[in-house]
């Protein structure tokens, strides 16, 4: 069984993250999609909104799991029995960071190998940071997230 872990903020998921999560599940028997617990940053959704949105917007993806974890996500994966990682790719500016992330996480545990999937290019500029900032200054986030994921923002800070 070939199983893998997306991993990330999600602070919220966008159309970018959704495009990749399907992708993997398409490629992969099963998905667990973990969101961070322990980050320093100060996020708009607790954990367990964003579990819960991700969990609306992947409903007909029966492979698809999502939940938080703590610590290492090598550890993380390796409880779930998963050997990939899979991350999206945006743009050049993302791969130092990311190579930096996979070559640290092969280092740590030389088992799981990190995949990275080029995001679809209509979703090329999006970041949830961005999203947020559209929001927070009423413009129209209706392109960038899904249906759920925008009334949940818009809920949380206007729009
Ligand atoms: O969506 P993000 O914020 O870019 O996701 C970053 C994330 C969660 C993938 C990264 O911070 C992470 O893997 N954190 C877990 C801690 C860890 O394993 N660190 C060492 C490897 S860099």
Known sequence: MKIAVIPGSFDPV???HLDIIRRTASLF???WVGILKNNAKRPLFTVD???SLIRQVTDELPNVEVEGFEGLLVDY?????ARFIVKGLRAVSDFEYEFQMALTNKSLNPDIETFFITTNCAYS????SIVKEVASYGGSISDFVPKEVEKAIIAKIGG
């Open 14 to 16: 966008t159309n970018g």
């Open 29 to 31: 028997d099963k998905v």
């Open 49 to 51: 909104e964003r579990i």
């Open 77 to 81: 994966a390796r409880s779930k029995g």
């Open 125 to 128: 500029y999006l970041s949830s």
